[in-house]
Nanobody
Framework: AQLVESGGGLVQAGGSLKLSCTTPGRIFSSHVMGWFRQAPGKERGFVALVRWNGQNTRYADSVKGRFTISRENVNTVNLEMNNLKPEDTAVYYC???????????????WGQGTQVTVSS
C-alpha cells in the first residue's frame, strides 16, 4: 500500500471522526481520490470521492449530509464523518485513481485501511 490512512477509532452513535489519507508524493490534478469501506462479510463499497482538479465531489446516498471529503494540502485528503451510526462500522480505505468513478475496480493505489467502530 502506498497510501496511509489515519484517524479511525471507536465512537458512540451520533459522534464524529475525521479520517486522513496521506500519499508519499503529491496528488496531481489528474487524480481522483476516493474513500471506500468494508464491513465484515460485505463487499467493499463506495463512500465518497473528490476530483483533485476542480474538487468535484460525490457521495454514497447512505452518507450524504453526514460525511464530507476534502483536500487538505497537496498530498492529503480527509473524510469528516458526523452523526455516525452503528451501520457505519467498517474498515475504511483510501484509494487513488484517474477516473471519476464509484467502482473500487477503477482505483489502482490503496491504503491499508483504518477501523471505524460506532457503538449504539
Amino acid at each position: 500500500a502506498q497510501l496511509v490512512e489515519s484517524g479511525g477509532g471507536l465512537v458512540q452513535a451520533g459522534g464524529s471522526l475525521k479520517l486522513s489519507c496521506t500519499t508519499p508524493g503529491r496528488i496531481f490534478s489528474s487524480h481522483v481520490m476516493g474513500w471506500f469501506r468494508q464491513a465484515p462479510g460485505k463487499e467493499r463499497g463506495f463512500v465518497a470521492l473528490v476530483r483533485w482538479n476542480g474538487q468535484n465531489t460525490r457521495y454514497a446516498d447512505s452518507v450524504k449530509g453526514r460525511f464530507t471529503i476534502s483536500r487538505e494540502n497537496v498530498n492529503t485528503v480527509n473524510l469528516e464523518m458526523n452523526n455516525l451510526k452503528p451501520e457505519d462500522t467498517a474498515v475504511y480505505y483510501c484509494a487513488r485513481g484517474t477516473q471519476y468513478s464509484t467502482s473500487a475496480n477503477d482505483y489502482t493505489v490503496w491504503g491499508q485501511g483504518t477501523q471505524v467502530t460506532v457503538s449504539s
